[in-house]
């Protein structure tokens, strides 16, 4: 749900919401959806902005004196105020409005249940900032845990500042990556949240995630969603050229078929060339149907026409497909993409995200999209190389890929993974999704419970019907709803 006007460098999207290193192509893709989504399903209610002071440090005594104003919004619409439940909407790595919680099936269940709606920017991110927020030092402040902390203070602030009491009792609300801050705020502080909607959420950190492009590959071959065998053989192989052309150092071809801005013959910017290559068809995929105007069927009908090789048949795609991000060219500049995660002064607009991000890919989660040619992943092992990811950590951070890897299985083992210990937590994920490979996929216990959507893409779940909606999408929101008025 990012909203971006910067040059294009490679940059780090968890797409709404989550996602490792992405390309502002994936980013223009996505700002798109979430615009569609927001015109089909506003409601345009008044919806009041106010902040918090939070301690950048709730752990150590002397931190709380340093503090910073947290983003949040309120929409009353629908709160039954003696007993009507209270949803918290959570923000993750992107600027939030009260858009946010303006539409959507969390609106569409406060109007069920009559319930009231906050909406809580992460810390960090958007204008919930501070001047020096971005330095090393300070960074090591950015995590889920102190986000988590950042939540438990807020719902006592709410508690007192609405006059609330026991009745009216809380359901954490979240997808993709703030859908793991859902279920995790749900597991550590169970007296503050009665039930928790995980939507699209990768609870389980993973530092080399295969998984994510097997799916894809798999998810162009889905016949639900308009994909075949052939489609997907011709993305590969229309690939392996690609591979072919840069081996044989065909730079100015290259070049020339898939607008480079710059020459792209240095192994770093050919490298982040062919990133930028497949997260085009990763984003197109992650949100399918969803609004951006692509969508596996249309790629499809672009990479199976017979009387062009799979070559000619990317090479078209691609060049129909770019004047949609609102790019002049690709840019691969390698260093340009390093410059941009060195800076660290604050974003006055509140849309920079990407060195926050970095960092917590860094410290915490991995979900490095990797490659492996012996699956069957449709991409170039040069654009999903796991040593240029874990490179980027010790470059620009100055952690070693020993402690990512460290990182990483931390969070594993202080939030269970893919098989948390918590209670009265709905996950939700569709079979289109490729993060769904890192979420809960069947029922735990009788009260954490998993919702699997076949032919659904990232995060669908989260917006209110539509007559396109496949049935099994409207029944998921349907269950949805039933568990949290249990849970009520």
Same mark, same amino acid.
């Given at each position: !749900? ?5 040059? /294009? ?19 223009? $893709? ?22 918090? =002071? ?13 503090? /910073? ?94 006059? !609330? ?87 100015? =071809? ?18 982040? $060339? ?28 672009? !990479? ?12 078209? $795609? ?11 060219? !690709? ?158």
């Amino acid at each position: !749900m990012v909203r971006l006007n910067q040059p /294009f460098v490679l940059l780090i999207i968890f797409a709404l919401r989550v996602s490792c290193f992405r390309t502002e192509i994936s980013i223009k $893709f996505r700002n798109l959806v979430h615009k569609n989504q927001y015109l089909r399903s506003a409601r345009h209610d008044a919806i009041e902005e106010h902040t918090i =002071t939070q301690p950048v440090d709730h752990v150590a005594a002397k931190g709380k004196n340093v503090t /910073f104003k947290q983003r949040y919004w309120v929409n009353p619409s629908y709160w039954r105020k003696s007993d009507g439940p209270v949803f918290l909407y959570i923000g993750g790595e992107f600027k939030m409005s009260g858009d946010f919680i303006d539409y959507g099936h969390i609106v569409d269940m406060a109007e069920e249940y009559g319930g009231l709606i906050f909406g809580v920017e992460h810390r960090f991110y958007g204008l919930s900032t501070f001047e020096s927020c971005l330095d090393n030092y300070n960074l090591t402040f950015l995590s889920s845990s102190q986000a988590l902390a950042d939540l438990a203070a807020f719902v006592v602030f709410a508690r007192d500042s609405y006059g !609330m009491t026991d009745k009216n009792k809380w359901i954490a609300y979240g997808g993709s990556y703030p859908g793991s801050l859902a279920a995790w705020f749900k597991l550590k502080y169970p007296n503050l949240v009665s039930g928790a909607v995980a939507s699209s959420a990768p609870v389980e950190a993973k530092t080399d995630f295969k998984e994510y492009n097997n799916v894809v590959a798999s998810s162009f071959t889905s016949a639900l969603v308009g994909g075949s065998e052939k489609c997907r053989d011709n993305i590969k192989n229309a690939f392996d050229e690609v591979d072919q052309l840069i081996a044989e150092k065909e730079f100015t =071809t290259l070049e020339r078929d898939f607008l480079s801005c710059k020459n792209l013959s240095s192994t770093n910017d050919t490298w982040l $060339f062919s990133l930028n290559l497949a997260n085009i068809f990763d984003s197109i995929v992650q949100y399918n149907e969803e609004g951006g105007g692509f969508s596996i069927a249309s790629v499809c009908r672009y !990479m199976t026409p017979a009387h062009l090789t799979p070559y000619e048949n990317l090479v078209q $795609f691609v060049q129909t497909f770019f004047p949609s991000t609102g790019l002049p060219c !690709m840019n691969n500049n390698y260093a340009s993409f390093l410059s941009s995660l060195k800076k660290t002064k604050r974003d006055p607009t509140g849309q920079s995200w990407d060195r926050q991000w970095t960092y917590q890919t860094c410290s915490e989660f991995g979900y490095y999209q990797t490659c492996d040619k012996n699956t069957s992943c449709l991409f170039s092992n040069r654009s999903a190389d796991l040593s240029h990811f874990l490179g980027i950590c010790s470059d620009i951070f100055g952690i070693p890929p020993k402690q990512v890897f460290e990182n990483v299985a931390f969070t594993n083992y202080n939030y269970g993974g893919d098989k948390p210990k918590g209670s009265k937590t709905v996950f939700v994920n569709g079979s289109i999704d490729p993060w769904h490979a890192l979420s809960v996929l069947s029922n735990q216990t009788s009260s954490q419970v998993a919702i699997f959507i076949p032919g659904t893409a990232h995060c669908a779940n989260m917006n209110s019907d539509s007559p396109d909606d496949p049935p099994a999408l409207r029944q998921a929101r349907q269950e949805v709803s039933r568990l949290v008025g249990m849970w009520l």
